[in-house]
């Protein structure tokens, strides 16, 4: 065990772990913050997806060790209402089915948008194809992402 300190959505956090745990468990089990989920724990699916120094990273293979003294953003983060951009494009776009995969798809997404604030269906694509939803809301997906890209 070993303590780390963090910068977690902007506020200062200090955990006791085994240098070796995944940033997501310490998220979700030592922070409380649910809103990143555990999806495979491989890196394949996309659904523990948050913003590392502002890129989109796969939480569960990020070990803590690497967190320290990094700008870590989560879905709770992201903004203080849910009305973020890319979250109001989701809610008028009636992206959400089951919601599982939804906090992983929307950081990946303001992470895309942040870096090219006009992308192409192409471009979208390619960023968006490793965060899986199994409910295949992909073309909703994209039309949020072209909508919030709007605004953003």
């Known amino acids: 065990m070993a303590q780390f300190d963090l910068n977690i959505n902007g506020k200062k956090h200090s955990v006791d772990v085994d240098p070796e745990t995944p940033l997501l468990w310490v998220l979700r089990d030592n922070l409380k913050l649910v809103g990143t989920k555990y999806g495979c724990g491989i890196a394949q699916c996309g659904a523990c997806t948050v913003h590392f120094n502002g ?15 990094n700008e870590i953003t989560t879905i709770e983060g992201l903004s203080e209402n849910g009305d973020h951009p890319v979250q109001k494009a989701w809610l008028e776009h009636d992206v959400p089915q089951c919601g599982y995969c939804q906090a992983g798809q929307i ?3 303001t992470a895309l948008l942040k870096n090219n604030p006009s992308p192409s269906d192409a471009e979208i694509e390619d960023v968006m194809n490793g965060n ?8 909703r997906i994209k039309a949020a992402i072209k909508s919030a890209s709007q605004t953003v």
């Open 55 to 69: 890129s989109a990273v796969r939480s569960c293979q990020v070990p803590i060790s690497a967190a320290q003294e």
């Open 107 to 109: 950081m990946a997404a």
């Open 132 to 139: 899986i939803c199994r409910c295949g809301t992909y073309n």
